[in-house]
C-alpha cells in the first residue's frame, strides 16, 4: 500500500510565497514520475507540473517562471516551490504519483489535497 500525504497549504496574500510537500509512504518498490494538479471551484482539474525520475520537469504555461517543482528520492517526497502568488492561483493542490507497491504492479496515487487561498 501507497499513501500520499500533502502539507503546506496556507492563505497567502499575492506576490507570495508558499511551498507545498507531498511524502510517499508504504511498502514502495520504485516511484516514477510525480505530478503537481489544482482545482478551482467549478474548474476542471489541471496539471500545474511534473517531473521525473531523471530530474526533467515540465510546467503548465500560467506557472513557468513562478513555480519549481522538485523531489527528494530519499524521502519519496515531491515539493512544489510558488512564488509571485497571484488571484488566479487559488484552489486544491493534490499531488499525485506512479508508484509500485512490494508485490504488487504499477498504480497511480492521489494526495488528499491541500487548500491554497491567495487573497488580499
Known amino acids: 500500500q501507497v499513501q500520499l500525504v500533502e502539507s503546506g497549504g496556507d492563505l497567502v496574500q499575492p506576490g507570495g510565497s508558499l511551498s507545498l510537500s507531498c511524502a510517499a509512504s508504504?511498502?514502495?518498490?520504485?516511484?516514477?514520475a510525480m505530478w503537481w494538479y489544482r482545482q478551482a471551484p467549478g474548474k476542471q482539474r489541471d496539471m500545474v507540473a511534473?517531473?521525473?525520475?531523471?530530474?526533467?520537469?515540465q510546467y503548465t504555461d500560467s506557472v513557468k517562471g513562478r513555480f519549481t517543482i522538485s523531489r527528494d528520492n530519499v524521502k519519496n517526497t515531491v515539493y512544489l516551490q510558488m512564488n509571485s502568488l497571484k488571484l488566479e492561483d487559488t484552489a486544491v493542490y493534490y499531488c499525485?504519483?506512479?508508484?509500485?507497491?512490494?508485490?504488487?504492479?504499477?498504480?497511480?496515487?492521489w494526495g488528499q489535497g491541500t487548500q491554497v487561498t491567495v487573497s488580499s
Open positions: 499525485k504519483v506512479n508508484a509500485m507497491a512490494t508485490g504488487d504492479t504499477w498504480r497511480e496515487y
Open positions: 508504504g511498502s514502495i518498490n520504485s516511484i516514477g
Open positions: 511534473v517531473i521525473f525520475p531523471s530530474g526533467i520537469t
